[in-house]
Structures are given as structure tokens and as C-alpha cells.
């Protein structure tokens, strides 16, 4: 069983502050790693993707991957009350033809 | 560019009722997955369609069934609706089957 592990939060953090969300995943050949953002009653919407190990910086959004400990994670620097949200981290398993696996998310909230 | 979209936004059907819901895929893009999220949960995976064949099925039974049309929208089909099957229904389009994938709004189905 293909498995991605989240804390479920909620994760407070003070507005301006460096938000660390991080996320677990079981199946070693994964290739393919995302982050969503979900607002209460909307659907997923995708702020990053990540391929290789290291670090990826989109404006204030950092991911970063480590296969050999199969962990990502996702920065949120300069938090602002708009980024109170579920965070929502899914992974390809493999190459090809298999579905991305989501795990249940963590719920943010950026208190000002 | 115009994004995913998704009809009906919400419904309310009753135990052993039929139910369709539609999708528009993001132009350009080839690939509709559909998920089920249930309310505290990750987005759970049920099939996928690629040119128009199911290209990958999670573990959903037969009565949900789905169709894809040759500009790519697509339909999923549940049938004897049960009270568990009440959740939010997601649509994602991408263009590389289980590259990045884009969400419609959703349809909020609730069985009574």
C-alpha cells in the first residue's frame, strides 16, 4: 500500500513567520512530488512541483526533496493570514502509468 | 486559456438515485483523472481517461463508471447511490498522463 504520511495540524504560526509543513511518503521510486493548496470548500490548487533533490523557490514557496529519506517538504516564508489553508501533498509513486497518491493534509493557519 | 470546470456544483440525490457529473478539461490538455474527497480526507483516486479509454482505476467499485469524449471532457457515472458516496467529486486535467494535474471546482454530492 502506497502510502503519504502529513501531520494534520492544525500548524499555527505568526504572520511573518517561516511556515514548515512537511510530508512522508512510502514507495522509494517515486519520481514525481507536488504541493497542493486547498481552501475550506474549494478544490486543490497547485503551488509547486518537484522532481529532483534539492530545493525549488517560487516567490515565497520553497520545496524541497529528499528521496534517500523520503521526505518533502514546503516553506512558506513571510506567512500571510491569505495562506491559511489545508496543504495537501501528493507523489507519483512511479514513472508512467499509476495515480498520484494525496495525503490528508495540513490544516495551516497564519495568525496575525 | 480556460481552465478546468465542473457541473453541476452541487447536488442532492437520494439512496439508490443515479447520478452524472461533468467535466471540461483545461484546453490543450488530454488527460482527466477523477477523485472523491470525503470531508477531513486527501483526494482518493478513481479512474482515469486518456484518448478516451480508462487509462487506470483505484479502488472504487463498478457502479462508479466514467466516459471521456473525443474534446477530452468527461463524465463519471455513480449508480445506487449509497450515503457514503456523499463527498466532494474532483476533476483534474493534465496534458502527460500523471504529469501535473489541474482541478476543477469540484461538485459537493450529498446522498440522503
Known amino acids: 500500500q502506497k502510502e503519504v504520511e502529513q501531520n494534520s495540524g492544525p500548524l499555527s504560526v505568526p504572520e511573518g513567520a517561516i511556515a514548515s509543513l512537511n510530508c512522508t511518503y512510502s514507495?522509494?521510486?517515486?519520481?514525481?512530488f507536488f504541493w497542493y493548496r486547498q481552501y475550506s470548500g474549494k478544490s486543490p490548487e497547485l503551488i509547486m512541483s518537484i522532481y529532483s533533490n534539492g530545493d525549488k523557490e517560487d516567490g515565497r514557496f520553497t520545496a524541497q526533496l529528499n528521496k534517500a529519506s523520503q521526505y518533502v517538504s514546503l516553506l512558506i516564508r513571510d506567512s500571510q493570514p491569505s495562506d491559511s489553508a489545508t496543504y495537501l501533498c501528493a507523489v507519483n509513486p512511479s514513472s508512467g502509468n499509476t495515480p498520484l497518491v494525496f495525503g490528508k493534509g495540513t490544516r495551516l493557519s497564519v495568525i496575525a | 486559456e480556460t481552465g478546468v470546470t465542473q457541473s453541476p456544483t452541487h447536488l442532492i440525490k437520494t439512496r439508490g438515485q443515479q447520478v452524472t457529473l461533468r467535466c471540461s478539461s483545461q484546453s490543450g490538455h488530454n488527460t482527466v483523472s477523477w477523485y472523491q474527497q470525503a470531508l477531513g480526507q486527501g483526494p482518493q483516486f478513481i479512474f482515469q481517461y486518456y484518448r478516451e479509454e480508462e487509462n487506470g482505476r483505484g479502488n472504487f467499485p463498478p457502479r462508479f463508471s466514467g466516459l471521456q469524449f473525443p474534446n477530452y471532457s468527461s463524465e463519471l457515472n455513480v449508480n445506487a447511490l449509497e450515503l457514503d458516496d456523499s463527498a466532494l467529486y474532483l476533476c483534474?486535467?493534465?496534458?502527460?498522463?500523471?504529469?501535473?494535474?489541474?482541478f476543477g471546482p469540484g461538485t459537493r454530492l450529498t446522498v440522503l
Open positions: 514507495d522509494r521510486v517515486s519520481q514525481s
Open positions: 483534474a486535467s493534465s496534458l502527460l498522463v500523471y504529469n501535473e494535474q489541474f
